[in-house]
């Protein structure tokens, strides 16, 4: 067939071209630009190749330990509030009523805390983990333990994951509930003439049709916590020492802090690419679980 | 093994106190034989799936009893009842192969390994899934699905009684055919008591030695296919089984004569007591009445139309206001817009308040 040849086609494109421009492609071109240079100021940039990076991704300098012990930090923190969501999230879907009124008041309650803006869940926990005015850390101490985030690096940790899990906890419950609501009665009546246990029933039918959700509910969390900023920002501000930095609070410090824009930047370039891959990942996962499930050829 | 009886047994969804009239299942009373296939029929929201679901104990009832061999299982759960259930859509496993599937129900039940595998295998070959068990069952189309799930219900060795809730809703139509032969074919050579519920008469009428009417939570008639057909207990049944379904007249009805529109009809029995004040009807099957060229000693009629179903043609006609169906027995040419209806006495049913009247002699 003849194809018809109409470049104006391409004049449809150039708003949109246009946008992503102002709003992703210059913006980032700008970061390379910086992260191949050197400032001292007064807007003199030198060139620098492809040294911050260099340093970077070498632990033995002092920036790249800098960056290695803040990505530690990130993956650890990372792993340790999806350990505790993703079956906690399960759980509080599983125990949630199935109708009536309380369903209503289960779903707004569990809704609160993901209505609160970020640095006001920071605000909130930096008072209350406050062993002289904060309901928790006064509670602690009076228990005898000797609790203060502030210069205790345990403490500050075990803070910001209960904050945290406190925070966003919900969101994997909702999701995981909206994937329980999906599976038909019949599926648990078969199961009880099948004679199924409650754990048979949660291994066989109930985490089998969660598994779509739970593969979102993993991924929104990871992709969240891998970039946390506000919470701990707000809470402990990197603290003490270094012990809660991430990659997030490094960079600020970095490249406003210091003014060291050419390191930020080679970071920040390197932290991007870190989510990209992992967001190809996912996606590849993802697709790979959809496509299992598309009809094949079968039938008896 | 069972035979299950049903002592005045009712269901409310909104609980004992709910006006009777809106029960869900009003009082039945009535036995299912070991061994035997049954079909429950009626329109959706006749009661027929909150039946199924009580002698499952999926659903507790609001009164009454449930005996299988005279033991009551009322308050057992569905576990404890020795039921398998298949449902409207096939439920499988989606993580489990075939064979673990077919496997599950005895798995749960704690059965050696060894005897399981026998079981599975043997069931697996009973319903023509052998090389599929190695396979994941999510992967298979409806109609194996189906039977998967009808095989963890046969697996059972104890199993009393198999029920289905229409289980063909999802399957192709030319698989359809096939799957319910298979399941006539299981019913043979098992001596499983069967329930099947449906809403389609043909489904119904193929797979079942006796099928259960229902209307509006009541069973209506319980009998053969042959019973349901030539021998309507009430209008409903006539005019739900059947295709065209029966003619339902209203008529005067006087000793051995009906009425219609003046026009005389003649019955074999005679009709002196009926209920005073009832609305009487008579019942034909369109298949007891001819249409022919009109003859003044036939009930004359207006015809609209013509339906050929091939092997049988069908006058659509009218009687003053009242439409009916006629056969049009073969060689015979209708012209024109008039015909004559000739009834077959033997078949002319009477009713009083939709329910049949048994005449004497």
């Given at each position: ?53 260099k ?53 707004i ?30 509670a ?19 803070t ?11 969101l ?71 012990s ?11 490249a ?24 190809w ?20 | ?24 299942l ?21 009661g ?12 507790k ?5 449930i ?33 673990e ?84 074919a ?170 049949l ?5």
């Amino acid at each position: 067939m003849e194809k018809i040849v109409n470049q104006k086609a391409w004049l449809l494109v150039l708003p949109v071209f246009a946008l992503v421009a102002f709003s992703a492609i210059v913006p980032l071109m700008t970061v390379v630009n910086y992260s191949v240079q050197d400032t001292f100021g007064n807007n003199q940039f030198f060139w620098n190749g492809v040294g911050w990076y260099k340093d970077l991704l070498d632990p033995s300098t002092e920036f790249g330990g800098r960056f290695y012990a803040s990505l530690l930090r990130n993956l650890f923190f990372s792993a340790t509030v999806l350990a505790i969501e993703i079956p906690l999230g399960i759980l509080v879907a599983l125990s949630m009523p199935r109708d009536g009124w309380r369903v209503a008041a289960c779903l707004i309650i569990l809704a609160l805390p993901l209505l609160i803006p970020w640095n006001v869940v920071g605000t909130i926990w930096q008072i209350f983990g406050r062993s002289d005015i904060g309901l928790l850390g006064y509670a602690l101490n009076a228990l005898g333990l000797n609790y203060n985030y502030v210069s205790n690096p345990l403490d500050a940790w075990l803070t910001i994951i209960a904050m945290d899990v406190w925070h966003w906890t919900s969101l994997v419950a909702l999701l995981c509930y909206a994937g329980l609501k999906s599976i038909p009665d019949a599926y648990y009546q078969a199961a009880h003439i099948d004679g199924a246990s409650r754990w048979a029933v949660f291994t066989a039918i109930q985490l089998p049709k969660m598994k779509r959700v739970l593969l979102i509910a993993f991924l929104l969390r990871f992709m969240d916590s891998f970039m946390i900023y506000t919470e701990p920002f707000v809470v402990t501000g990197g603290g003490p020492g270094n012990s809660t930095t991430f990659l997030s609070i490094e960079l600020v410090k970095l490249a406003l802090g210091q003014f060291d824009l050419g390191k930020a930047a080679a970071m920040s370039i390197v932290y991007n690419l870190i989510v990209l891959i992992v967001c190809w990942v996912f996606y590849t996962v993802m697709t790979n679980v959809g496509a299992e499930r598309s009809p094949e050829a079968g039938g008896a | 093994m069972a035979r299950i009886d049903l002592a005045d047994l009712a269901h409310s969804y909104q609980g004992p106190a709910a006006d009777p009239a809106s029960w869900a299942l009003k009082p039945i009373s009535m036995t299912w034989r070991q061994g035997g296939a049954y079909a429950l029929l009626g329109p959706s929201g006749c009661g027929k799936t909150t039946l199924l679901n009580l002698i499952s104990g999926l659903v507790k009832p609001s009164r009454g009893r449930i005996l299988f061999d005279g033991d009551d299982v009322t308050p057992l759960s569905t576990q404890r009842r020795n039921i398998a259930q298949v449902f409207q859509f096939p439920v499988i496993y989606d993580t489990m192969t075939v064979a673990e599937n077919l496997a599950f129900p005895l798995k749960n039940r704690g059965m050696p390994r060894q005897k399981i595998a026998e079981r599975v295998a043997e069931i697996a070959q009973l319903l023509d899934l052998t090389p599929y068990l190695a396979r994941k069952a999510t992967r298979l189309s409806a109609d194996a699905k189906q039977k998967i799930s009808l095989g963890r219900g046969l697996v059972r060795p104890d199993v009393a009684a198999i029920l289905f809730d229409e289980p063909l809703t999802v399957i192709d139509p030319h698989l359809k055919w096939e799957l319910r032969s298979k399941l006539k074919a299981l019913h043979r050579a098992l001596d499983l008591t069967m329930i099947y519920v449906t809403h389609d008469q043909t489904e119904a009428l193929t797979f079942a030695d006796t099928v259960v009417v229902m209307q509006d939570g009541m069973v209506v008639q319980s009998g053969t296919p042959q019973q349901l057909f030539e021998k309507p207990e009430h209008t409903f049944v006539g005019y739900f089984i059947g295709s065209p379904g029966m003619n339902i007249l209203p008529a005067a009805v006087q000793g051995r004569r009906a009425h219609i529109s003046g026009h005389p009809i003649s019955l074999t029995r005679n009709y002196d007591r009926l209920p005073a004040g009832a609305k009487i009807e008579i019942g034909v099957r369109p298949e007891f009445i001819r249409a022919t060229s009109p003859m003044p000693t036939l009930l004359s009629a207006r015809l609209e139309r013509v339906d050929d179903l091939g092997r049988i043609r069908f006058a659509q006609v009218r009687v003053g206001e009242q439409k009916l169906a006629a056969h049009i027995p073969a060689g015979t040419n209708l012209s024109g817009t008039d015909v004559g209806l000739a009834f077959d006495p033997a078949h002319v049913h009477v009713y009083a308040d939709s329910r049949l009247i048994e005449g004497t002699a």
